[in-house]
């Protein structure tokens, strides 16, 4: 599994013109699912993504996370993240999980998240979605499970 993480003033994402998921400080976090991933690797990543240190402490330094803050975490999901881009000029998505144990995936994580922090949104899996954001600092990270 891959996350692009972004800490954010506040970030929201649309389907279709309606509002599926909004947060304020917090991670939004572009979740994509690779073909060998499973719910150890959810379950890694998402302890990692909770208690990652990327917000500031009193002296400014990434000493807190997510758990410690309490922020929002918007979870989306964005399959272009497992493309293949190593040959040509077309990214391929051989190594992306199929779409529907690539669902099954992503709902497991958002409940676990759920479960487990509480102040979570989330887009549409599949859809086309429109998603804003303010990115703060900008702070972005990429972790693999």
Known sequence: MLALLQRVT??????????TGAIGPGLLVLL???????REQADRLLGKLLA???????EGRMNRSLQDTGGGLLL??????????????????SSAKVPDEAE?????????????????AAG??????????????PVTFILRS
Do not use: I
Request: zero cysteines; proline letters at 3%.
């Open 10 to 19: 506040r970030a929201s994402v649309e389907v279709a013109g309606e509002v």
């Open 32 to 38: 994509g699912v690779e073909k060998e991933d499973g």
């Open 52 to 58: 990652y240190r990327v917000f500031p402490d009193a």
């Open 76 to 93: 989306v999901s964005q399959f272009t993240l497992a493309a293949d881009t190593n040959k040509g000029l077309r990214p391929s998505f």
């Open 104 to 120: 099954a995936l992503y709902d497991y994580m958002l409940e676990e998240a759920r479960r487990r922090h509480g102040n979570v």
């Open 124 to 137: 549409r899996f599949g859809a086309d979605m429109q998603v804003e954001l303010v990115n703060d600092g």
